[in-house]
């Protein structure tokens, strides 16, 4: 069993950063890929970013691309999203998800274990 713990939501005007971390506990933490999802008021999650167990393969979806940065450090079970020039249509909870095949995915079928979210809220 995983558990990932997300934080580092909150509120921020458009245009500026933030930075989500998400902790792992529970299993190999450097085995397995990440991602981060979002899920605003009234749609369907969707993919943010991906990053393979390893580090060396990121993967992004076009909306972010440029802006956002994903990253872990395996010797902290930990993986980041750094999140810039944010947008208020992106106000939503962010959610970090593990994968256990180690491979970047942008599917929600294909992660394993979930964390509970974060808010971020951005202000126009």
């Known amino acids: 069993q995983v558990q990932l713990v997300e934080s580092g939501g909150g509120l921020v005007q458009a245009g500026g950063t933030l930075r989500l971390s998400c902790a792992a506990s529970g299993r190999t933490f450097s085995d397995y890929a990440m991602g981060w999802f979002r899920q605003a008021p009234g749609k369907e999650r969707e993919f943010v970013a991906s990053i393979r167990a390893s580090g060396r393969r990121t993967v992004y979806a076009d909306s972010v691309k440029g802006r956002f940065t994903i990253s872990r450090d395996n010797a902290k079970n930990t993986v980041y999203l750094q999140m810039g020039s944010l947008k208020p249509e992106e106000t939503a909870v962010y959610f970090c998800?593990?994968?256990?095949?180690?491979?970047?995915?942008?599917?929600?079928?294909?992660?394993?274990?979930w964390g509970q979210g974060t808010q971020v809220t951005v202000s126009s």
């Open positions: 998800a593990g994968r256990v095949s180690g491979s970047t995915s942008d599917s929600i079928k294909d992660y394993d274990y």
